[in-house]
């Protein structure tokens, strides 16, 4: 019996899973098994981001054919596409930064959203709005877990998913973080292995994605 996805309506898009995976698929035939391989890791949340034709196609498959699995779309950077990807079975929207139009159009659409922030001025003003989840994009490159552990003291309300040139080596450290609730990353989706079909080495490196959320502890037992 296939279990039910998890609500994002019910449970933060970002308490999900400790990692929302990052997918860009080049055809649509792929969405569904590789949905499944994620699913079955432990990797529920799924975000297909919207660089490729086949994108929205993908989205509807995985909305149809994969019960377990939480879809959603990234790379929104428009409102007609919020309005696509709510035609195509999304169920939360991801940006990589965000405009007036197009926060009120993901905000009109009823589903959860993270959009993107890489500035404190970006988190203040969202915060100003209403807005207290965010993707902070990109995550290397606009300062790492020392820039969102600084934000952590005055702006405690705000809560991230950091993107950007994260990997398993590198997620810990930012799931350590009081404001982070999840990391996004595409290295448990490596190309090689979709382009061959090798959904179990998905499944496996979704696996080990998954056991990534523990707090990590220093030897006095304090969290870090």
């Given at each position: 019996m296939t279990s039910p996805a998890p609500s994002p309506s019910a449970a933060s898009v970002l308490d999900l899973a400790p990692v929302l995976p990052v997918v860009v698929l080049a055809d649509a035939a792929d969405a569904v098994p590789l949905a499944r391989a994620?699913?079955?890791?432990?990797?529920?949340?799924?975000?297909?981001?919207?660089?490729?034709?086949?994108?929205?196609?993908?989205?509807?498959?995985?909305?149809?054919?994969?019960?377990?699995?939480?879809?959603?779309?990234?790379?929104?950077?428009?409102?007609?596409?919020?309005?696509?990807?709510?035609?195509?079975?999304?169920?939360?929207?991801?940006?990589?930064?965000?405009?007036?139009?197009?926060?009120?159009?993901?905000?009109?659409?009823?589903?959860?959203?993270?959009?993107?922030?890489?500035?404190?001025?970006e988190v203040v003003t969202l915060l100003e709005r209403g807005v207290r989840e965010m993707k902070f994009f990109p995550a290397q490159a606009a300062g790492g877990t020392p820039y969102l552990r600084s934000l952590a003291g005055p702006l405690p309300q705000a809560r991230f998913c950091p993107t950007?040139?994260?990997?398993?080596?590198?997620?810990?450290?930012?799931?350590a973080l009081p404001n982070v609730g999840c990391v996004g990353g595409s290295w448990m989706v490596p190309a090689d292995a979709v382009a061959a079909g090798d959904w179990d080495r998905v499944e496996e490196l979704a696996r080990a994605a998954a056991g990534l959320g523990a707090p990590v502890r220093d030897a006095g037992g304090t969290c870090r």
């Open positions: 994620l699913v079955a890791g432990g990797l529920p949340a799924i975000e297909v981001t919207l660089r490729t034709p086949a994108a929205l196609d993908a989205i509807r498959a995985i909305s149809a054919g994969v019960p377990g699995a939480v879809v959603g779309a990234g790379t929104v950077i428009s409102p007609g596409q919020v309005d696509a990807c709510e035609a195509a079975g999304a169920r939360f929207l991801v940006s990589p930064g965000w405009t007036e139009a197009l926060l009120e159009a993901m905000r009109g659409s009823g589903m959860p959203f993270l959009p993107g922030v890489s500035t404190t001025s950007g040139g994260i990997g398993p080596g590198t997620a810990p450290e930012y799931l």
